[in-house]
């Protein structure tokens, strides 16, 4: 299939102006201080100006070097050497208390170089960010720690992140030419099996689309994920990074998203965000989990209804 020389206007992004832009300004010139990262920046995220400008970001720890190479990523790949900056968690803190905000994802390059994945590193990260920010929500988008059911135990139990994240990617069939050789379908669904059942409330994930998949693939990807207990679901439009990178299938179009939208609140997940624009790292997943793990469990309740007029499905939200 050949693409449109141009992104089709759905996809464009317009540059930050006046306070948003400044706010933009402002926040990186602090990240930079502390030497920090962020994933909107080494991801290329499309939402960086808007969601900066309005004061949030994502911030991606344990460095800027992975040692996996996928093929939709603009990380950096290589060999870490087992480096770590142990000052590393009390500067994410220090950052993050500075800027008030009410909910940050803490997320991280896959450290297949150390013991325990980074787990631990991780988990003293949400700590002390919990100790200076008591108030603010934490959500963990982490890797699969190949697995191993400690170290995803190191992290829900010690570091008692709000919401558990880790992104399958892509469907089931596209996951040997898209992701690592290290990586897999099962080991990630499993992964967010192993957090849930060891205590995490809250569990999220999400699915790329425009590499090859087929509606009927997609749907299907997303439905093992609900059987899997997974809660938040983001689907976003794969953008090409590079001409390195994998390429662009095609453009799914805003209404194609909506319906996976609506098929994902049918299926059970308490909250989908599906968009050309919408990453895993979304400021309105964001903004709705905020608002649900601020919640406490009354009888007397009232339902907390979706876009579509409909009940939404809080039972292992609140």
Not at 134 to 151: H, I, N, Q, S
Request: charged share 30%; aromatic share 6%.
């Amino acid at each position: 299939m050949t693409l449109p020389a141009r992104k089709p206007d759905w996809l464009r992004v317009r540059l930050p102006a006046g306070p948003q832009h400044e706010e933009f300004q402002g926040l990186r010139a602090r990240f930079r201080s502390r030497g920090l990262h962020t994933v909107c920046e080494e991801a290329r995220c499309p939402n960086i100006f808007e969601c900066w400008g309005q004061g949030t970001a994502t911030v991606m720890i344990l460095g800027e070097t992975c040692t996996r190479g996928c093929r939709f990523c603009s990380v950096n790949t290589g060999k870490p050497g087992g480096i770590v900056d142990a000052n590393e968690p009390e500067n994410t803190a220090l950052s993050l208390a500075e800027m008030g905000l009410a909910y940050v994802v803490l997320t991280m390059v896959d450290r297949d170089d150390l013991p325990d994945g980074g787990a631990s590193h991780v988990a003293q990260t949400v700590r002390r960010i919990k100790h200076l920010s008591p108030e603010l929500r934490v959500e963990t988008l982490v890797g699969d720690f190949l697995g191993r059911r400690e170290d995803i135990q190191t992290l829900v139990r010690d570091g008692r992140p709000d919401v558990y994240a880790h992104n399958v990617e892509v469907v089931p069939r596209l996951q040997r030419t898209i992701r690592d050789a290290r990586c897999s379908w099962d080991r990630s669904v499993d992964t967010l099996v192993a957090a849930k059942e060891l205590g995490s409330r809250v569990t999220k994930s999400s699915l790329m689309v425009g590499l090859g998949e087929t509606g009927e693939e997609l749907l299907e990807a997303m439905q093992l994920l609900r059987d899997a207990d997974v809660d938040v679901l983001t689907i976003g439009q794969y953008l090409r990074p590079t001409k390195r990178h994998a390429s662009v299938e095609r453009f799914v179009e805003p209404a194609e998203f909506a319906d996976y939208e609506r098929a994902g609140l049918d299926m059970g997940f308490s909250y989908v965000a599906s968009g050309p624009l919408v990453r895993s790292s979304y400021r309105a997943a964001e903004a709705f989990l905020s608002g649900v793990l601020a919640e406490e469990p009354r009888s007397d309740a009232q339902p907390v209804m979706d876009r579509y007029g409909r009940k939404r499905k809080l039972s292992v939200l609140t």
